[in-house]
């Protein structure tokens, strides 16, 4: 009997949504679940398709990527993972997709604009972009570089981590991450909503600009602020 | 028991035929339903995920968009159906949606040209667009102003929201009404079809015109006119 | 007990493809069904869901669009199938559906170049488009001059409907047809996932040109002309 | 009882893989599958629908294209199978997709430019297109010839067919193989994804170049390399 029983469970169930919400084909992307207090995470086995997967499967590893528990390699981004719940106090769960307009942003190498209240109700800022990895880089602890990119450009964009829970890695792809790994999930999904949204608005539109600050204040503040009246939490 | 029960129910229903018909993910859109000799009217609770919300949830609200039923938190947007329903006489049933291609249109701060029969088959003009609202009113009474902005648009415009019963909110999205929630959502649909065969026949002919005023007439007066022979009602 | 009984159970069927293959949304787009030798009609009734539309409402009419049997109004677009099947011999079905890219190609009033293989599979011709009509024919009996429209553009572009089964009316979408039903609605698919290859590659390559003439004529007679090698039948 | 149940099972299984991950529509596609100690191969019938086709319907050919076995005519496009199973060694099946994006580069007349991880993932090289043909090699043996295109083109770019298990064809569509069924259907939906990514990377970015060399072969070695770590199968 395993004592991770059940985060390899929430784990799972939160992977699952990767194919299920079509944010990957195959065996694409992963999501990660942290057990804060153990310091150890599980993550998604490489290279295995979702509709083979099981629970039992997830692979438990510690704070530096090292296979704690399971019979299975864990995802060759296992790094990244790790680097990022090592620097980013407070959130528990990372979700990277696949998902094709995000995608195409990170490999178009541009942040995504905010032109409009889906993405303002989400974050106040353009979701920012990696620089592009120097060949050092890439040639040494590759996956690893990859969470330090994705930590600069956070720092570079003056930007928290809890404010701004999804970013895209230059031709790569998307990373999201949440206190929760619903929350992880739910923002890669609404990445690829707001990815797909602002390539449509540019297409009609080749001359638009960002929204004006009011407004992207408003509504990041009645949902996220201080007096914030969305939802059902704050009553 | 409630009074509200049946117009709690046609709301969900309603409600339920935004996801059904992909015009929003998560938790985004919401549809109202209006009991104007009771003069309240059911709304979706804020920031509810559709596959969790049962008939029950829906929360009853006066004209002025205070709680008189139900214990979750209505819609944040519950004052801008609110205004509606107090200045358009004749609706019972607002929809918002956050469909891709009209929130895109609606981001890109550009009304939809009227390029075909599909378009006129609903509406002689094209779909408008408000301005983007002023600082003064962002930072006022935000989602009332939605309301007035809206109102505004189609004074400006000199349309009837009897003719025109859809309409793209600057960098938010659009917004649909009707006598009934199923024309509602219906219009909710057709706008986000018309939206993305506008915007694939731009790419497709970037010096398309609109269409010739005869046509549009025809169109939609064969369907709406005095004389009107399309469908079963009339005869 | 009506005579028409099985075909208005084929001309039922036939429809229902539509909303199945996604040929269009809500009650858009018909699809009727000839019987050459009783020289009627049946077409589907006007304005009526296809989820709600059962065998027995289809509606039969004579060859000038007249009620023949029925208690629905035939589809307002009835009198251009009626003008089609007096005018183009051998053809047993016409559909017309509102697919995106179809009507996009349509509303931009280009014809469809032909840009390879699958296009030549099915025709040797660019999908040719009607011009916009005059105004005295908009005014005119407007269904009917949609027919002749159609019939025009044939001429003019010296095709025959026997090798050109689908076409595109300006402004207003696709009109396909066929020896029989299911010929006519596969032609309604083919014409769409044509119509959404070519906008593609012209997003991907703006300078390309019409594939080259031998290549056409190869991929288009081994499939209908007389030494025809595709398929099952002439062997 | 034939020898073949067991090919022609596996056969047919790949190509029912073509309509359900949406790889093409009707009868469109073709999936091939090698015997290759009895040198002969299984392949799709001509023209028959996906969902009318049974495991039996499978025809055997040898290696000239012959029909060995099977009642039906095989795939028109057989004869390219043919040339491909004996010039490169190794692969066991073959499959013809024609979905959108792929077909839409193909038609284009454009490799496609390696923007992205998921990309290099899979390759390299850009996807490589072959030449149009000339109109001696299409008035000839048209889809032998197409096999010698893709030859070519492998050749003409330098590339293996073990390494790159992908083209495009052409004004006609891609082809993809591998040294399974499975592989080779993985391939095609491998490569409409990046199709897909990438032609909306074109349209949030026009000036984007091809990814650097060192991060395409970092995620090309990482999986197919000597030293390669991702997956389940080195460790």
Redesign the interface.
């Known amino acids: 009997m395993t004592k991770y029983k059940e985060l390899k469970e929430v784990c799972w169930r939160a992977n699952m949504e990767i194919p299920k919400n079509k944010l990957a ?2 065996t ?1 992307g992963n999501v990660s679940s942290l057990d804060a207090k153990e310091r150890i995470f599980a993550i998604k ?4 398709p979702y509709d083979e997967m099981k629970p039992a499967d997830m692979v438990i590893v510690d704070m530096d990527g090292n296979r704690v528990e399971g019979k ?2 864990p995802s ?1 981004d296992t790094p990244t993972h790790a680097v990022l719940y090592r620097s980013l106090p407070g959130i528990c769960s990372i979700a990277h997709a ?1 998902s ?2 995000a ?8 942040p995504i604009p905010i ?4 993405h303002a109700d989400h974050l106040a800022h353009d979701i920012p972009v990696t620089k ?2 120097s ?1 050092k880089m ?2 040494g602890q ?1 996956e690893e570089e990859t969470g330090h990119q994705i930590i600069n450009a956070l720092k570079e964009n003056n930007l928290s981590h809890l404010d701004v829970e999804m970013i895209l890695v230059a ?3 998307p990373f999201t991450w949440g206190a929760t790994p619903d929350r992880a999930v ?1 923002n890669a ?2 990445l690829e ?1 707001i990815a ?10 080749p001359d ?1 600009k960002r ?2 600050a ?2 992207i204040n ?1 509504h990041y503040q ?1 949902k996220h602020g201080k007096g914030a ?5 704050n ?1």
């Open positions: 084909i195959s694409f086995p490489s290279g295995v299975m390699n060759s696949h094709a307009y995608v195409a942003w990170a490999q178009a190498c541009r032109y409009g209240t889906t592009v990895m060949d890439i040639k590759y031709c790569h792809g739910y999904v609404v909503e797909k949204m602002a390539c449509i608005t540019e297409q009609v539109n638009i929204m004006k009011t407004l408003k009645r009246y969305y939802g059902q939490i009553k």
